[in-house]
């Protein structure tokens, strides 16, 4: 009988507000009990809460490297089992071949990020990881406008650039319906609507 490691590629998707950060938590907290060798990287742009912890949207904290590219990842990576990434949509479509790349060497690699950019258009490198995962995970936020299932990000200011780190005041969460690519669509409630905004930092 054939005895070696077999890797894999598990993607934890949706909007932002969705839970994909406290999943991820979750999931490398469990590796940790069973006495895995860990490792949790955070892309080097994403400052929000703190330089070296990733941080879910419900305030659970883990200790993460900073990784300032996909490289950075491949190397700091070597001597662990598993290997979990957060906010993949920060690091690129060189995160396709990176994955690949560790979990053909028999790693467990467990990548979090977002699907879909603010105007509700595929967000790489998710999509493509999505295609080559053997274990998918999409989480769906609450939309803030009428409570329906929300999986969309709704930009409520008037930046047009595609990556853009924001709190509560840039960002909510829409369902299909209420979600639209206007910048102005943080005053466009109709008349008798009250709009509902989380009080902590944008983070899922």
Not at 56 to 79: C, F, G, L, Y
Not at 144 to 161: D, E, F, I, V
């Amino acid at each position: 009988m054939l005895n070696y490691q077999t890797g894999w590629i598990e993607v934890i998707c949706g909007s932002m507000f969705s839970g994909k950060t406290e999943e991820l938590i979750r999931r490398i907290r469990r590796a940790n009990i069973a006495r895995q060798r860990v490792i949790l990287f955070k892309p080097e742009i994403d400052n929000r809460y703190a330089e070296s912890l990733v941080v879910s949207h419900s305030q659970q904290k883990i200790e993460a490297e900073v990784a300032r590219n996909t490289q950075d990842i491949i190397e700091k990576s070597r001597s662990y089992e598993v290997v979990g990434i957060d906010e993949a949509q920060f690091f690129g479509l060189s995160l396709v071949e990176t994955c690949q790349a560790l979990a053909d060497e028999g790693k467990r690699v467990i990548v979090s990020g977002l699907d879909q950019d603010y105007q509700g258009k595929p967000f790489e490198p998710i999509p493509q990881l999505l295609a080559i995962a053997e274990y998918i995970t999409k989480n769906l936020a609450i939309c803030m406008r009428c409570g329906n299932p929300a999986n969309r990000n709704q930009r409520l200011s008037k930046h047009k650039q595609r990556v853009m780190l924001g709190g509560q005041d840039s960002y909510e969460a829409r369902c299909r319906r209420c979600h639209s690519v206007s910048p102005h669509s943080k005053t466009s409630l109709s008349e008798g609507q009250t709009e509902k905004h989380d009080t902590s930092l944008l983070k899922a």
